[in-house]
């Protein structure tokens, strides 16, 4: 079965740090592309940035350049997202998801990581 | 504001059959036959329903259905059951390695 694990939850302070991460399983993580997708509070979805677990390739929506950061350890099928210093604004459910590259289509999620920030 | 425009809600009877329609531009719907539709129950990831505007992907319902024409792409549900109640959120393709996604539908099987 294709699978995609997210890290738990995570409350935080604005200006502290946070990485969360997506363990993929069931297929060849190295061979497709991980996207984040947000869903803030009540709010609708929003694609953020994409990497390719092979060769690290990455590309962001041009809203979020340089507010967050993607990477990824193809040795342990892992991708990362990550903040330097969270606002208030971040607060949001974070979900990784498997993005076929010849249909543009994302096709399994995982289960969501919830981030609050809140001083 | 979202990329793409979808009605806030959308209601049927159990049976009946409802669109959702997804509005976009030239740019985006109108440019490829990338769009997708995904449904959402509440505290659940999104579930893949439709993608390249009318492929269903394995065990998704073949009572939905999808369509696109110009700018603008459609869901059909039709034989509404209970368990149909959710949101549902179109995608498509914007262009270097982008995705889009509209407002959400939230459909109400009354």
């Known amino acids: 079965e294709v699978q995609l694990v997210q890290s738990g939850a995570e409350v935080k302070k604005p200006g502290e740090s946070l990485k969360i991460s997506c363990k993929g399983s069931?297929?060849?993580?190295?061979?497709?592309?991980i996207a984040w997708v947000r869903q803030m509070p009540g709010r609708g979805l929003e694609w953020m940035a994409m990497i390719y677990p092979g060769d690290s390739d990455t590309r962001y929506s041009p809203s979020l350049q340089g507010q967050v950061t993607m990477s990824a350890d193809k040795s342990i099928s892992t991708a990362y997202l990550q903040w330097s210093g969270l606002g208030a604004s971040d607060t949001a459910i974070y979900y990784c998801a498997r993005q076929e590259y010849y249909t543009r289509t994302v096709d399994v999620w995982g289960q969501g990581t919830t981030v609050t920030v809140s001083s | 504001q979202s990329a793409l425009t979808q009605p806030a809600s959308v209601s049927g009877s159990p049976g009946q059959s409802i669109t959702i329609s997804c509005t976009g531009s030239?740019?985006?719907?109108?440019?490829?036959?990338?769009v997708s539709w995904f449904q959402q129950h509440p505290g659940n990831a999104p579930k893949l329903m439709i993608y390249e505007a009318s492929k269903r992907p394995p065990g998704a319902s073949n009572r939905f259905s999808g369509s696109k024409s110009g700018n603008t792409a459609s869901l059909t549900i039709s034989g509404l059951q209970a368990e149909d109640e959710a949101d549902y959120f179109c995608c498509s393709y914007g262009g270097s390695s982008t995705l889009l996604f509209g407002g959400g539908t939230k459909l109400t099987v009354l």
């Open positions: 030239g740019s985006d719907v109108g440019r490829y036959k990338f």
């Open positions: 069931g297929y060849s993580f190295s061979n497709y592309w």
